[in-house]
Every structure is written in structure tokens, then in C-alpha cells.
């Protein structure tokens, strides 16, 4: 009987289904173990091969865990919501929720063709209302709770009022926006759009005026996160930074319990070092520095300044160094530039915040090397010695990070240091020691030097004794600072979570009457008032007397941002518990049976992204009484990338202008003469003519030089033009030959690449040999024997549809079964490590299904013997269960297929088919090839699932060697080897050595000088 995976895959894929075998119970005698997968957003590109690496480990982790016993939670669903179906919509007018439909029914298929043991009648989708009903009631949880900093969690904003109507907030210590005092009789004698207004600076959810980053082309808010490098994560859209009004959580409040929270987890320490990056914990002063009245002149003048009342905050890490400062600089969007820059300097400072405008804090933050800012025109004064100090403005402060602005001490901090070096600042030093012609000194040791009462202190001492004297002269605190920003909320697009909020004389408030779902709009783009898409629809206004959505007009407006699709995702693991409940977001009776995820699988990309919101709004919920626990997952594993191997041309493009004039229009030029240079790596330099406008792309076994030029001749006068080389985005690995192995060459199929790019029909390959062109080879030689193959160049990058690389998992399946693609992702290497695809190797995990299968057959019977097993079977067999086990529990996948192999070869070497060995192997194997496994299991005459089967006992016993064979050695070399018993001490291994008829031969009546014995190892006879 042939093994055909296509045919058994899908019958007991349909097993599956029909009897729900993956069904987890809500309460079990079984204790409960729960492994979750970071939910996919459905893009119509479907899955790829290095999508399903995380979902197979964990499906083999769920799988081993039902078999050891547990009641297992393995549920599996939707990120639905995002922006890739919306611009579908923008260019196509299809509903988003009819392509998000239609690509989940891809990737379900996909999924249940890999054979996942997923509880699907647990699914969620963060688009279906019924789901995002209880987003928006966690949404408005938030919006009716501040943090409290004595109890150092949520409690209800109820409780701040109360105390409001008593004692106004004199007494209350809470995480907020700055906020003016004022007494209970203020606050009672308020009206409610005040009293409204007031509470905004103290919610968890608020609305505020925020510096953002803004996607002009996306058309929405970007979270810090989705902005790389300047641009769109999604996309690759410029990010500008922009003040606006917006919601906005204060995760802020949970900075440091999201810092202690790290310790009691079992996640990898680089993760939890990113995170502990990115909240950026930070210990020092916050000083304040009073700006002086504007000067008429420059830094050289000695005009006394003018008194203000203006103060600038500065948060240091190093207050020691106060007397080091020699100017001040705030971000480009701090509020106080406007107000204190002068008349002189109001051009350069407004040119400087344009241009900065246009720079992400990412790429602010990453660009060490460009020096650049503008003077205001003003000064502040030093708060201990009274000094001017110039404040200028540079793109290197962030206005969301610290206070927006930094006190400069050029002679401890290197970016100081450059900026006052570029702009000719002084640099007094304030460190014993220090040689600042080249760099500053950043060491945190040295003693205090030219800084007053702190000469002479150690830098440690200093900092205290700084700390203290502000203290003492209340020009300054001791202060813990967060690099951490609070978390921008809302999104100006149409497919997300609506926002559940109406305005009444421009302040929010909450709608209950949940879900409030999203309005049919005409066109999903943003109004021609630039207002959201939401503002297209015809009713969206509330009427908070009857609860409905009534046509705008009547009522009050609906606000018209969506959530991020962060919200949806930071609870769907308390869903899964609880998927159909309509009372609650999950019972208090699952989410105790549950407890939070045992095991949970995703990409490290979401450290600071998903896995601190999720963190963050545990935390919350666990504050106030909904959940029991404050952590989301115990254990969290991150897969590495399965890359892939994109083939790779050069590609030289002519720029052939003159000025602004395309070559063409250059007249008398002769244009037939141009000349290609290049070099052979067989033959040397080669010349041949070519039309200015050619494209050239070449061989990876040759190299073009960088001095290839085309010349131009006009009589004596001549035009040279180099090339570039630019990268071409063309589905080259889909028309090269396949590649069995990295070192092999991979060769292009010229003539089908000139049939996809019409554009490149005229264009040049150059070859060792001669070049391709218009569909033909010209040879440089009259050798036709030559070669005459283009060849690629092979790169390891990740696996993108944009870099034609990818390789789709249902041909791997529809060529070698489910079974193999499962075994063959684990074997390609460790969990977490980054690893190419590569299908050399595949055909060798294939062949191994077919002896394990082989096992059980004899050609096409069926055939099992109920023998008692040998010892080496049973050794086998017992070694497997060992490895397999503690490789599963350890997550070393990849190295239990190599112990598959080694125990089928093996049990084949012993032509073992016994169901005492096969029986328990197949239990074991079925965790990582279940199809096969499950088929096998019903020949065995089993009725049921092998999902109830019972994970085999090791048996160390089984390990044990009865005998050992000793080699024999004689002055170190080895001649011979004896089979003796393993209990056999070392006397009495010597005893039986030297007895032995070939060993008494060899010594020749002799007695050796040294008889080395190593027990169970080896003997040496020295003579």
C-alpha cells in the first residue's frame, strides 16, 4: 500500500472538522494548559511559507500537551481591521468587509490544509461587532478611570470626583496633565462642560493636542511603532510630525509596573531588553531655568536683561554637571519657541521648524551626524550662578521625549558637544581630567571641577548634593523620568473600530449602548473639509435621550476617528476564553478555569508594539476587578524569519542628459558611436556600440567596473556619462531555473523575462560569453560552443510578494503533503533563528515519510507483528521518546525530526514492524506529522483520534548496555575489541583481557609494563 498524503490529508482533515476533535471543554478534569498564536491580519496575498513556522511549533507544543494530558486551549483568529483593505476600497470601491471576508476564507484554507489542531469554534474577528462591542466597552472603561499614584493603579474617575465635590485637588496625587489648583467650591460652582474638561486631564483615555506622526498619503495617524526610518511602516509613505487633536491612552501611568512585571515572566531576555529600552527608565533632576527678557544684540552683549515669567523645565540625568551648561536647546515644537524667539531671528527659526517638520523622532533620533539648529534670539538664566545662557532650537530634542528640551552640556554629552563645536559655543569642563579638543568626556566617574559648592565631589556625591542644594533653593526636584510616550489612540480612517463618543458643546462623552457599529460611507476617503471618512456618512450623530444613531443634524456628532488596530488585538486572549458570551466580555468563571496563556507564539517585531499594549491593558482590567490575573502570557516564544532567496540582476541605467535636455535633443552629437566598457572575467575589457537609451543588465559572473562609461563625440567635444545601478523589482526568482543548493548558479530565462517587461525589450544581457539582445546571443568570439547562460546572483532577504520570493505553501503541500511541509519547516533549523528557505532537502524529509510508513507495510498489505520487541528496539524506540520530549519541552523542534530519522533507520535496519515499538512511535510522531500519524493509528485498529491517545512513558532501563565492546589498544593504537558484560568491574575487565588468546599473541609471552583500563571505555596495554 503506497502512501499518498493528498488522499489521507483530507480525509482526516475532514475528521477533524466533523467531530470537532480540537474542541477544548470549559471545565475538565484535565488541568488546562492554553497555547496561543499572534492572530494574522488576512491579506489577500494569503500565507506564505514563513507565515505557518510559529503556528506549526505551536501546534506541535498543543498536540504534545493533549497527549500528556491536559485539556488544551488552542483557539485561532482574525486581526481583521487595518489599513491594506481600506486602500483596496479607496481604488476599487469594494467594501472592506467583503475583502476581508474574502481573504479569510483564503487563509482559513490554507490553515486547515497544514492540519493545525486549532479550536475553531472559537474564532474571532476584531471587524465583526459582536466582537468589537466589547473593545469599545474596555475603550470607555479607560475613559472613566485615572490612575491613582498612592494605590498605584486604575480606579474609577467616580472616586476623582468625589473627591473633587469634598476637597477640590489639593489632596490628590494622580497621574494627569498639568492641571491648576482648585478648591471643592471651584469645582461644585462649575458647569459641566467645565467640570468635563477638567477631568480629560486625568482620564486613561483622553483627548488633548498632541505632537503626532502624520501620513499625509495614508490620510491617518501613525503610532511611533508603525514609523520606520521616517516613513510608513506600510507603505513606505513620508511621516511628518503634527500637532493635533487626539485620543490617546496614558499608558505612561503603567511605566514602571510594566518595568516590574518583566522580571516575573518567562519571555526572552532580548525582548524584555527592548522593552525596557523603549520605556527608558530614567533616574535624575528636573531643574527649572528662568528665560530672560529678549536682548537686542547677539551673545556679546552686556544688556542686563529684561525679567519674565517664563520658565523652562529641563529633565537631567546628570545634574552634577550643571555648571558645564553653556546654552539650552528645545525641540523644534516646543511651545515656548514662539513666544521667545526675537524679530531678527524669526525667519531662520521658522525655516529650521519646517524643515524639521518633515523628520520622524526615528530618524531624528538615528541621525548622529547631521548638526543642525537655530538661535532664538533669547536667554536664559542660570539658576545658580545667574549667567545668560543662549537657548536655541535643534531637530535632536524631541518634544515628546523629557520635557522638549535639554539644558547643553557640551563638555559631557557628545551630541552637545558637536552642536556647540559646529556653532562655536563655549565648552567649559567640569570633570577633572577631561581632554575635550576631540569629544566630550560621557564617563559617569571623575571629581567636580569650575562648579562651586560641588569642586572636588565625586560625580555619585554630586548628583546628590546637586539634587538637594535645587531642593533647598525650589529651583528643582529629584525626578524618575520615562522615555515612554502615552499611546496615540485614534486613526482618521474608515475600517476600525468606531470610536464610541459623541460631543456636546465640543466634550465627549460616552455612548453605552454598545456596539456602535460602522456606518455605510459613499467614498472612503477623507471629506473635502479633510475631516475622517467617517465624516462621509449621512447618520452619524447621537441622540443620547433615545440611545440611537440619528441623521447628522439631529443630536450631537459621533466622533469620527476609528481606534488603531492595536486595540482589538491587546484583549483577543480573554475572548477566546469566553467567544460567544453577549453579557460580558469574558465570565469571571472562564477566565479562573484559563488562567492567563501558558505558551504564546509571535514575531519579536512586536515588542514594543502589540506585546506592551496587551501588557497594558492587563493591567488595567486587573485594576479594576475584571480579570484575575495582570500579566498576558507566562511564556511567550518568539519564531525567527524564514527568508527568502530572491535571485538578483544588475541593472545599469544611463542617465543621458545634458542639464535638463534628454540626449536625443543634444544636436550633432553622434549617437551611434556610444561604447560600452566593461570587463570579462575570462577575456578582459570588451567594447561594443549600444544606443544612449539602453538598458544593460549583467551576469553575476562577470564584473562591470564603475569606471563604464558612455561617451558621446561631437567632433573633438565629448560627453561622458556614468551609470547607476539600481535594483529591479521583477519576478526574477519565478523565472530563473530553481536553485538546489545556495552555491549552485541559478540561470535567468532571458527571452521569458523580455516577455513580462515590455520596457526592457531592447535591452543588453551581458554574458561571459556575448550578450542577449532582442531575443537573440551575439557571441564576442566565433565560438558557438561557448556558454552563452545569464546567471543571477542569489540574496537572502525577507520573504515579500513586492520581492517575488515568495514560495506559496499549497504547491509544497500539493507536491509533498502537509506532513512533510510541517516536519520540514521544523528541520530547516532552531525555532527563534532566522533561516532561508531552501527546498534542497525537502525531497529527503519526503522520503522519510515513505519509510516510516514503510514500516507498517509490506508493499501494499498491512502488516503489524504482535512479537515481543528486542532490545535494541525497545532501545530505539525508548531513546526517541527521551529526546523527543525534552527537545518539545525545551522548543527544539528541529533537532527531534533528526532523532525521527535516526530511530526509522534504525528500526528499519532491524526490519522491526512489532506493535509494541511502532504503536508508541506513531503517538510520539503524530504531534509533528499528524496526518500520517492519524491514518496509521486507525490501520493500528484504533477507533478514536490519536489526539486521546497517552503520551509513552520513557523507560530509562532501555538505555542501559547489557555488554560494552572494549577496543583494545597497545601503546595507544587499537587492534582489537572484546565484547564484555557492563557490570564487569575494572580488575576483573583486566583479568579477562589479558587472558584473551589474541591478546596473549600479541604480547608474545611478555608481561606488559601498564594495563590502563577506562570501565565501559576502553583498555590500553602499554609494553
Not at 453577549?582 to 506585546?611: P, R
Not at 524569519?641 to 553622434?670: C, D, H, Y
Not at 512511535?921 to 490519536?946: D, K, M, N
Not at 580488575?987 to 611478555?1006: F, I, Y
Amino acid at each position: 500500500m503506497h502512501y499518498y498524503p493528498e488522499k489521507i490529508e483530507k480525509e482526516w482533515q475532514q475528521y477533524w472538522a466533523k467531530n470537532k476533535t480540537f474542541k477544548a471543554e470549559d471545565s475538565s478534569k484535565k488541568p488546562p494548559f492554553y497555547v496561543l498564536d499572534m492572530f494574522p491580519y488576512p491579506s489577500g496575498a494569503g500565507l506564505h511559507v514563513g507565515h505557518p513556522l510559529g503556528y506549526i511549533a505551536s501546534d506541535i507544543y498543543a498536540r504534545y500537551k493533549r497527549l500528556k494530558g491536559f485539556n488544551v486551549l488552542h483557539p485561532m483568529g482574525y486581526d481583521s481591521f487595518g489599513l491594506p483593505a481600506e486602500q483596496y476600497a479607496i481604488q476599487t470601491g469594494t467594501h472592506p468587509a467583503i475583502t476581508t471576508v474574502a481573504n479569510i476564507n483564503t487563509f482559513r484554507r490554507q490553515m486547515d490544509n497544514i492540519g493545525f489542531s486549532f479550536d475553531w469554534d472559537r474564532e474571532v474577528r476584531t471587524s465583526d461587532p459582536s466582537y468589537y462591542k466589547w473593545t469599545q466597552w474596555i475603550f470607555l472603561q479607560l475613559f472613566d478611570a485615572c490612575y491613582c499614584k498612592n494605590a498605584d493603579k486604575a480606579i474609577p474617575i467616580s472616586q476623582l470626583v468625589d473627591e473633587f465635590k469634598t476637597n477640590g485637588n489639593k489632596d490628590v496625587n494622580a497621574h494627569c496633565d498639568e492641571t491648576p489648583l482648585f478648591s471643592a467650591s471651584d469645582w461644585n460652582s462649575w458647569d459641566e462642560a467645565k467640570q468635563q474638561t477638567i477631568l480629560l486631564n486625568y482620564r486613561i483615555a483622553y483627548l488633548s493636542e498632541a505632537y503626532v506622526n502624520w501620513c499625509p498619503q495614508l490620510g491617518t495617524v501613525l503610532a511611533n511603532d508603525e514609523v520606520k526610518d521616517g516613513v510608513s511602516e506600510r507603505g513606505g509613505y513620508p511621516v511628518e510630525r503634527k500637532l493635533m487633536k487626539q485620543w490617546s491612552m496614558r499608558i505612561t501611568a503603567y511605566s514602571q509596573r510594566l518595568l516590574d512585571g518583566l522580571e516575573d515572566i518567562d519571555w526572552s531576555e532580548s525582548l524584555k531588553e527592548q522593552q525596557r529600552n523603549w520605556i527608558g527608565r530614567s533616574v535624575g533632576a528636573m531643574v527649572r531655568f528662568e528665560v530672560k527678557g529678549q536682548r537686542s544684540e547677539h551673545s556679546g552683549s552686556n544688556l542686563k536683561p529684561q525679567s519674565s515669567n517664563l520658565e523652562i523645565e529641563v529633565f537631567t540625568t546628570r545634574p552634577d554637571t550643571i555648571f558645564g551648561v553653556s546654552f539650552m536647546t528645545l525641540a523644534p515644537e516646543h511651545e515656548l519657541v514662539a513666544k521667545i524667539t526675537t524679530a531678527e531671528q524669526k525667519a531662520e527659526i521658522e525655516a529650521y521648524i519646517a524643515k524639521a517638520k518633515a523628520r520622524s523622532d526615528r530618524e531624528r533620533m538615528a541621525d548622529v551626524k547631521t548638526i543642525s539648529g537655530a538661535f532664538t534670539g533669547a536667554y536664559a538664566e542660570h539658576p545658580f550662578t545667574g549667567a545668560p545662557i543662549p537657548i536655541w532650537i535643534g531637530d535632536y530634542v524631541l518634544a515628546g521625549y523629557g520635557t522638549g528640551a535639554v539644558m547643553a552640556v557640551p563638555s559631557g554629552d557628545q551630541r552637545d558637544w558637536s552642536f556647540a563645536k559646529h556653532f562655536g559655543i563655549p565648552i567649559p569642563a567640569v570633570i577633572e581630567g577631561s581632554d575635550l579638543e576631540k569629544e566630550a568626556n560621557e564617563s559617569k566617574d571623575g571629581i567636580l571641577k569650575n562648579s562651586d559648592f560641588l569642586n572636588g565631589m565625586t560625580v555619585k556625591d554630586a548628583i546628590k548634593a546637586a539634587i538637594a542644594k535645587m531642593e533647598a533653593m525650589k529651583i528643582g526636584e529629584g525626578k524618575i523620568n520615562y522615555r515612554q510616550r502615552d499611546a496615540v489612540f485614534g486613526r482618521q480612517r474608515y475600517w476600525g473600530e468606531p470610536i464610541p463618543i459623541y460631543y456636546k458643546d465640543g466634550v465627549p462623552y460616552p455612548i453605552n449602548k454598545l456596539p456602535l457599529q460602522l456606518p455605510e460611507v459613499e467614498k472612503y476617503l477623507p471629506t473635502e473639509a479633510g475631516d475622517p471618512p467617517l465624516g462621509n456618512a449621512e447618520n452619524w450623530n447621537w441622540n443620547p435621550e433615545t440611545e440611537e444613531v440619528v441623521a447628522n443634524g439631529e443630536g450631537y456628532p459621533i466622533e469620527l476617528s476609528t481606534m488603531p488596530g492595536w486595540a482589538g488585538s491587546s484583549w483577543y486572549y480573554l475572548r477566546y476564553m469566553d467567544p460567544t458570551n453577549d453579557e460580558e466580555f469574558c465570565s469571571k468563571e472562564a477566565m479562573e478555569y484559563w488562567g492567563n496563556v501558558n505558551y504564546y507564539a509571535g514575531g519579536a517585531e512586536h515588542a514594543t508594539g502589540h506585546l506592551l499594549y496587551v501588557r497594558f491593558w492587563t493591567k488595567f482590567l486587573k485594576d479594576l476587578g475584571h480579570i484575575p490575573f495582570d500579566e498576558p502570557a507566562k511564556k511567550l516564544v518568539n519564531q525567527g524569519m524564514i527568508q527568502g532567496v530572491s535571485e538578483k540582476v544588475n541593472r545599469w541605467i544611463f542617465e543621458l542628459r545634458a542639464g535638463s535636455a534628454p540626449i536625443e535633443n543634444l544636436t550633432g552629437f553622434k549617437q551611434e558611436i556610444n561604447l560600452v566598457l566593461f570587463e570579462s572575467n575570462k577575456d578582459g575589457v570588451k567594447f561594443f556600440p549600444i544606443k544612449p537609451t539602453t538598458t544593460i543588465f549583467s551576469s553575476s559572473d562577470i564584473r562591470i567596473e564603475m569606471n563604464t562609461k558612455v561617451v558621446l563625440k561631437k567632433g573633438s567635444e565629448e560627453l561622458v556619462y556614468r551609470p547607476t545601478t539600481v535594483s529591479l523589482n521583477a519576478p526574477i526568482s519565478q523565472l530563473a531555473s530553481p536553485r538546489l543548493s545556495f552555491d549552485q548558479k541559478c540561470e535567468l530565462n532571458v527571452e521569458e523575462y523580455l516577455t513580462w517587461s515590455r520596457d526592457d525589450e531592447n535591452a543588453i544581457f551581458i554574458c561571459r560569453n556575448g550578450y542577449w539582445q532582442n531575443g537573440k546571443f551575439h557571441y564576442f568570439e566565433q565560438d558557438t560552443t561557448l556558454d552563452k547562460a545569464f546567471y543571477t546572483q542569489p540574496e537572502v532577504e525577507k520573504m515579500s510578494k513586492s520581492k517575488w520570493n515568495v514560495v506559496n505553501p499549497d504547491d509544497i503541500i500539493e507536491r509533498y503533503g502537509a506532513d512533510t511541509l510541517r516536519l520540514y519547516e521544523m528541520f530547516l533549523g532552531p525555532l527563534e533563528d532566522a533561516k532561508p528557505w531552501n527546498t534542497n532537502g525537502i525531497e529527503g524529509v519526503s522520503r522519510f515519510l515513505k519509510k516510516f510508513w514503510n514500516l507498517f507495510h509490506d508493499g501494499d498489505t498491512f502488516v503489524v507483528s504482535e512479537e515481543e520487541p528486542t532490545k535494541k528496539e525497545l532501545k530505539a524506540l525508548h531513546a526517541t521518546i527521551k529526546k523527543v520530549q525534552e527537545d518539545i519541552e525545551r522548543l527544539s523542534f528541529n533537532t527531534s525530526v533528526s532523532q525521527f530519522m535516526i530511530c526509522v533507520n534504525e528500526l528499519n535496519d532491524l526490519k522491526c514492524n512489532k506493535r509494541a515499538i511502532l504503536e508508541p512511535f506513531t503517538v510520539v510522531i503524530s504531534t509533528y506529522a499528524p496526518h500520517i500519524a492519524e491514518e496509521l493509528w486507525s490501520q493500528l485498529g484504533h477507533s478514536e483520534s490519536i489526539t486521546f491517545a497517552t503520551y509513552p512513558a520513557f523507560n530509562e532501563s532501555f538505555l542501559v548496555e547489557d555488554s560494552v565492546n572494549y577496543p583494545i589498544s597497545f601503546n595507544g593504537k587499537t587492534r582489537l575489541s572484546i565484547e564484555l558484560p557492563a557490570s564487569m568491574g575494572k580488575d576483573e575487565v583486566e583479568k579477562v583481557v589479558l587472558a584473551n588468546a589474541e591478546v596473549q599473541e600479541r604480547l608474545e609471552g611478555a608481561a606488559p609494563k601498564k594495563v590502563i583500563v577506562v570501565p565501559g571505555r576502553i583498555v590500553n596495554i602499554v609494553v
